[in-house]
């Protein structure tokens, strides 16, 4: 008996719409099972060829064989007690895992009970036959309970009707008894939903498709041009009280709210319904996301607005096909902004019918190549100055989804993933983690108990997207291959697109891509910090601990072409930028300095110079030693401190006259604690490198809190006894109830008043390192009364501050309104006609007042609410400060209760008084009812719209604002507006 190895079995050929007597062998908990095909001529040669190799092959224990990785093996099955034919999917030490190829059922195996396929049992092909109901999908457990109890071992009738991938099919089982199929008892019993068959095209067909949704060049929705009337009159059916045969429609239970699930939902967006796929399941608020098959949306919708799907509705294929062009991105996991911005110029924003002409078909996604109309123009030459053409049509398919895209200024919740470097470090959108534990989970899934298990990438290539473990999480993930090496055995580098990080795995760890998870974007997002000023003193090991498994959150300042510059904030350490995080521990006992640079320097300390402390709520008394402003000055706490500082002081002039070494420009590094010469007093004083400029340094000299200017030659190493005794110099500021601007006039007052002298005071609060404090000393406060600084009169007798309440409004059918300005289609103010007897008595009592009639009041701060003196008409309004410019006396203030603004001085504004702060804000912020710029979602109006909105109003004319149900409020710049929809009067 000739034995070999053999690592390749034909699959069953199969005829599809013909009823055959099919037996169900093995029922998987994903809901597919695998069926053998009874009464062919190949169900015959499988009996005889087992029969042989009972009569052959004595039973095991066998010799011990070591079998590869995808080899075909005759294997011992304990659960069936029966030889057979399998496929080897993984390797362990004393045990094979392995997948019965005629009976579609896995099993690990000892390696006494595998040894090699005898020659003659190669034939016939493998039997079993990977399925799914043709007519159900999404069985909850009891729906697979009754499915094993209705099929498992029993002969059925079977129709096969269709495939995706030839590996797949799907089947209508019915009993030979029975007058409905398995599926429609499960779909009638509650147990499953209803499938609709996705629409797939056949390779080489050419039609005239209208593009519907655009995610990206690798995922674009298309929808025949043919299709259009049927989406009319499914939609009209739907929708259609009258017509409707949906009108009974069950709400869709909970068990059955799964990924996968096919239903019909309420869009909260215009009320109407739509069919929908389950992608996302968030049962903690009762919501989920959903796809529409016949659009191509994604939107998220809550379980009271999702339906079971009738089979009324699931007869009717899905109406809209996946696409993806013969493109790459240029960046290796990320698609630009400005490439789907083109697409949606191109097609989604205009009724273009574009020819396509369908060149590969991998699952439900079609590669296509698209011509412009009238032109004959391939659509991928308009996009060849910011993607790469893709030659291959079958690895196309596989290469790595588009990335996630964000806006300059945008802030999201973050954490790091992976540092490379200051420059180049990857982060993950902390709102997309339930998106991709989803992911990680459906992965993990498919490659433990299913066919795909067996499906491993058998010939890798650059660029390749694929699924592979990822062994820091022990889990499986999508990966693009970077670098094959010339020998097959040798390990493949492999890049993680969700992770950012770069491993090495070996070539049967490359497992092919399932479809659900090639057109999810890519969720590591490439970034570098956007400044880098102060990091050269700092080790980027450093910055790595400070920032791994941390929820951070960040600003986007700039989109480059391959990354995002982003500053980083720690909300969890009280908001503080990470690079001043890192200056705080570069003052605190841990050290930023690398171990490779002082170990280059003897006298350069482990440890960085401590900072002192005050002690909250008791007095003190201190000598301010520098200042800025009442919110910046340096001070130092007179206890001990004269005798200890001038032994420290004397100690540094002996050590530099002992010391005839000298830094070098290039061993200088910001951050770096230092003993610097001031040419003023010609004394060594201890020191910190702030910056780095053409003509020196910039130091801060720690025990008094000035800064100068020094040449390298000025600078000599610190020892490292006077690095561990603390900075006498502290940072404080006036500590007042409110935040307070200070002019460059009391600036320039407090710091002739304060500076060189001692008072006392009590430190009332910290942040940031910076105390805040109170001053007692009455000789103090005196002086600073003398000269107009009165700040216990500032603190304790500031003038009251008056919110105003926005004006509320109930969602409605109709409410007669007008505009009071109008600054383009997507912002302008309109007032209720209900209150306009009110607001015009309470402007005509306002308007009697002067401005004088009010104190004057200097101290405004961003936010505050004000009466101001309006210039046209010389009458007071009620406004709200947007922002102060002190350099000019003046704010830019928006009048609440009509909309405009205008820069007003500040000898202009008054605190409101009570009396005028009772009636709301008359000024509702609007925007049209589905209205954007072409090529944005907000701003960029074109200059024209205000005039040609304005003629169709026809100036100040009364209008109606209708408000749906759904009424949506969103903020953009702190400002809430109501989505409307205004009806002409006539």
């Not at 990785?69 to 030889?83: C, F, K, N, P, V």
């Not at 209150?835 to 401005?851: A, E, P, V």
Request: glycine share 4%.
């Amino acid at each position: 008996m000739s034995r070999g190895r053999h690592n390749f079995l034909d699959r069953c050929r199969v005829v599809l719409d013909v009823i055959q007597q099919v037996c169900v062998k093995e029922v998987h908990s994903s809901g597919c099972f695998y069926i053998q095909l009874l009464e062919t001529a190949d169900a015959y040669k499988l009996d005889e060829m087992y029969s042989r190799l009972e009569r052959e092959v004595t039973r095991p224990p066998w010799r011990k064989y070591t079998p590869r990785l995808g080899e075909i093996i005759l294997s011992y099955s304990t659960a069936r007690a029966s030889l057979c034919r399998s496929e080897v999917v993984s390797l362990q030490s004393n045990n094979v895992r392995v997948f019965h190829v005629d009976y579609g059922s896995y099993e690990s195996v000892p390696l006494s009970r595998v040894t090699a396929l005898p020659n003659h049992a190669l034939q016939p092909t493998r039997q079993a036959i990977k399925c799914c109901l043709s007519n159900a999908t999404c069985l909850s457990s009891e729906g697979l309970d009754s499915l094993r109890r209705l099929s498992l071992g029993k002969e059925l009738e079977g129709k096969l009707l269709w495939s995706y991938d030839s590996i797949c099919y799907y089947i209508l089982l019915t009993q030979p008894s029975g007058k409905s199929s398995i599926g429609e008892l499960l779909i009638s019993h509650g147990m499953a939903t209803p499938l609709v068959k996705c629409n797939v095209l056949e390779p080489c067909l050419q039609s005239a498709c209208h593009m519907s949704t655009v995610v990206s060049p690798s995922e674009i929705y298309f929808r025949s041009s043919t299709d259009l009337k049927k989406l009319q009159e499914l939609q009209e059916i739907m929708n259609s009280p009258r017509l409707s045969p949906f009108k009974s429609m069950a709400p869709l239970s909970e068990k059955l709210t799964r990924e996968g699930a096919y239903c019909l939902i309420q869009n909260p967006a215009d009320l109407l319904k739509y069919r929908a796929r389950v992608t996302c399941v968030r049962p903690s608020d009762k919501t989920a996301q959903v796809h529409l098959i016949d659009f191509g949306h994604t939107i998220n919708v809550t379980y009271e607005q999702m339906f079971s799907m009738t089979p009324d509705a699931a007869e009717q294929t899905a109406l809209c096909f996946i696409c993806s062009l013969n493109l790459r991105p240029i960046k290796a996991n990320c698609w630009g902004l400005e490439v789907r911005e083109r697409l949606l110029s191109l097609g989604e924003n205009t009724r273009m019918n574009f020819e396509v002409s369908v060149k590969n078909r991998i699952g439900t996604v079609h590669w296509l190549q698209v011509f412009i109309p009238g032109k004959g123009e391939p659509l991928e030459e308009l996009l060849s100055d910011m993607c790469v053409i893709e030659n291959n049509y079958y690895l196309s398919m596989y290469r790595s989804p588009h990335g996630l895209t964000l806006e300059v200024d945008d802030g999201e919740a973050v954490c790091i993933t992976c540092v490379v470097d200051w420059n180049k470090f990857y982060v993950q959108l902390t709102k997309h983690s339930r998106e991709l534990d989803w992911l990680t989970e459906r992965l993990a899934e498919s490659f433990s108990d299913t066919e795909l298990d067996e499906q491993w990438l058998r010939s890798p290539t650059e660029g390749v997207l694929c699924a592979t473990p990822y062994y820091e999480a022990n889990t499986w993930a999508r990966a693009v291959v970077t670098s094959v090496p010339h020998c097959t055995a040798d390990k493949v580098q492999v890049f993680y697109i969700d992770y950012g990080n770069r491993d090495e795995v070996l070539p049967y760890d490359l497992k092919i891509i399932p479809t659900f998870a090639m057109h999810h974007p890519a969720m590591a997002i490439e970034c570098g910090l956007h400044s880098t000023k102060l990091l050269g003193a700092y080790n980027l090991e450093e910055f790595r601990a400070l920032v791994s498994q941390k929820a951070l959150y960040m600003t986007v300042h700039e989109n480059t072409r391959d990354r995002y510059l982003i500053s980083l904030v720690d909300k969890l350490a009280g908001g503080i930028n990470i690079l001043e995080s890192l200056e705080l521990r570069s003052q605190s006992p841990l050290s930023p300095l690398s171990p490779r640079s002082m170990s280059n320097s003897p006298l350069l300390s482990p440890v960085a110079m401590p900072m002192r402390s005050l002690p909250l709520n008791n007095k003190i008394e201190v000598l301010c030693t520098y200042t800025e402003s009442p919110n910046h000055f340096k001070c130092q706490l007179l206890s001990n401190t004269d005798s200890v500082l001038s032994d420290i002081t004397r100690d540094l002039q002996r050590v530099a006259r002992e010391t005839a070494t000298r830094l070098n420009t290039r061993d200088i590094r910001l951050g770096m604690p230092i003993m610097a010469f001031n040419t003023e007093d010609r004394l060594w004083y201890r020191a910190v490198v702030l910056d780095k400029e053409q003509r020196g340094f910039t130091i801060d000299l720690v025990d008094y809190g000035n800064k100068i200017k020094v040449q390298a030659h000025e600078m000599t190493h610190l020892p490292i006894q006077f690095i561990s005794i603390p900075a006498f110099s502290i940072t404080c500021k006036i500590y007042l109830n409110i935040p307070q601007r200070w002019s460059e006039d009391e600036c320039e007052t407090f710091k002739e008043i304060i500076l060189g002298n001692k008072f006392k005071a009590v430190p009332k609060s910290v942040e940031r390192r910076v105390y805040g404090i109170e001053i007692i000393g009455q000789e103090m406060i005196n002086k600073l009364g003398v000269i107009g600084m009165d700040i216990k009169k500032r603190k304790h007798s500031s003038a009251p501050k008056h919110f105003l309440k926005p004006l509320r409004i109930k969602p409605c059918p109709r409410i007669k309104m007008c505009i009071s300005y109008f600054e383009n289609p997507g912002s302008f103010y309109c007032q209720l006609e209900e209150n306009t007897m009110n607001f015009t008595k309470f402007q005509d009592r306002l308007g009697l007042l002067n401005i004088q009639t009010f104190p004057e009041y200097k101290h405004f701060d961003d936010g505050d609410f004000c009466i101001s003196l309006y210039i046209d008409d010389t009458n007071l309004y009620r406004a709200k400060i947007l922002s102060t410019d002190t350099s000019h006396d003046s704010a830019e203030v928006l009048y609440v209760d009509f909309g405009d603004k205008e820069i007003a001085s500040l000898k202009s504004l008054r605190a409101i008084p009570e009396e005028f702060a009772q009636l709301p804000m008359q000024a509702i912020h609007c925007s049209l009812w589905e209205m954007h710029p072409i090529g944005t979602l907000e701003g960029g109006w074109h200059s024209d719209s205000k005039e040609v909105t304005e003629n169709f109003l026809g100036g100040n004319l009364r209008l109606f604002e209708e408000i749906q149900k759904q009424t949506i409020i969103y903020t953009n710049h702190n400002r809430t507006r109501i989505i409307v929809e205004i009806l002409h009067n006539t």
